[in-house]
């Protein structure tokens, strides 16, 4: 429908290394014979890491200029964090790993996902298996977090006290639309609803491009969120008018204005779960590096530098 995605700020964590990717000189293509790193009781050969690049190759939005040093050290975080989880008795079991496979197949069709693990030159079972470490990993940070406090009512207002800039907001609107493939069926809409035809029920009928602005519970978009070709006919539209017939490049569509807000600043009320959230991040992010810290010093970590060289030229 047009909505520009925004990327979040990526929040520093270690089961990172899951989703980064290796540097361009690629020695994971090198056979090894010894062990690269120990951690606490797990020895990680180059083999196991070539193992982690095959399941990066499915993550969307890796890097390939990652620094070896770098990425070795998120690794390291990455296995205390499983060496803590299997010093605590976590695991995953068959049902909860069959239970995420089922929810992850569900968005592809069965030939979309067996090409997507060819794509990355992985076995099934092995992404399986490198799925089940992504569960624990989950479930080992989500026991060591319990204790986390939330953030509390007092924390958000004195948070949004103190940063009035961040809550100004430009004008925004509420609306709905029909979006069609071609003009004729548009058209055809059109002179339904000038009938007296519902314009909800029409787009839970007819739109033929999913999108939350489509739905029956639209969101707030303030200017620079859409389209130009849409925002210019939203934003001259009258709350509960209906446009005519408007072509953009996604298609033809039909808008109506549910609600206006004009330009101004959010109340406290608005910009709590925001707030909340970004407050929450931020003591999540704080715990994690503190509780890696941690790891680190109560953990033994092995590195073989001089085979680690050698990798690092090849």
């Not at 939330?150 to 940063?163: G, L, M, N, P, R």
Request: some cysteine; aromatic content about 8%.
């Amino acid at each position: 429908m047009g909505v520009k995605k925004a990327i979040p700020k990526r929040l520093w964590v270690a089961v990172a290394v899951l989703v980064s990717a290796w540097p361009a000189c690629d020695f994971l293509d090198r056979p090894a014979e010894r062990v690269v790193l120990s951690v606490g009781s797990r020895k990680i050969t180059p083999e196991e890491l070539k193992t982690q690049r095959k399941r990066i190759a499915l993550e969307p939005n890796g890097t390939s200029k990652e620094r070896l040093d770098s990425f070795v050290e998120r690794v390291v975080d990455y296995y205390l964090i499983l060496e803590y989880g299997k010093q605590q008795g976590l695991s995953v079991s068959d049902e909860e790993l069959e239970s995420a496979v089922r929810e992850i197949k569900k968005d592809y069709a069965e030939k979309d996902f067996q090409e997507l693990l060819l794509k990355g030159y992985i076995e099934y079972g092995e992404w399986k298996e490198g799925l089940r470490e992504q569960l624990l990993i989950k479930k080992i940070t989500a026991k060591a977090s319990a204790a986390v406090p939330q953030i509390s009512v007092a924390e958000i207002k004195a948070y949004y006290d103190s940063h009035p800039e961040e809550f100004r907001r430009p004008a925004m609107v509420r609306f709905r639309q029909i979006v069609t493939r071609t003009r004729e069926e548009a058209d055809n809409l059109q002179k339904r609803l000038v009938q007296g035809g519902d314009m909800a029920a029409t787009v839970a009928q007819s739109s033929k491009v999913p999108a939350s602005a489509g739905s029956l519970e639209p969101g707030w978009f303030a200017k620079g969120d859409l389209d130009e070709s849409i925002e210019k006919v939203i934003f001259s539209l009258s709350v509960g008018k209906v446009s005519g017939v408007v072509e953009t490049p996604y298609g033809f569509h039909i808008f109506e204005v549910l609600g206006r807000k004009p330009e101004g600043v959010r109340s406290l009320h608005e910009a709590m779960t925001e707030i909340g959230n970004k407050l929450r991040s931020e003591r999540l992010e704080a715990f994690y590096s503190d509780w890696l810290q941690h790891l680190r010093k109560s953990i033994p970590v092995s590195i073989d530098q001089e085979l680690m060289k050698e990798l690092e030229l090849g």
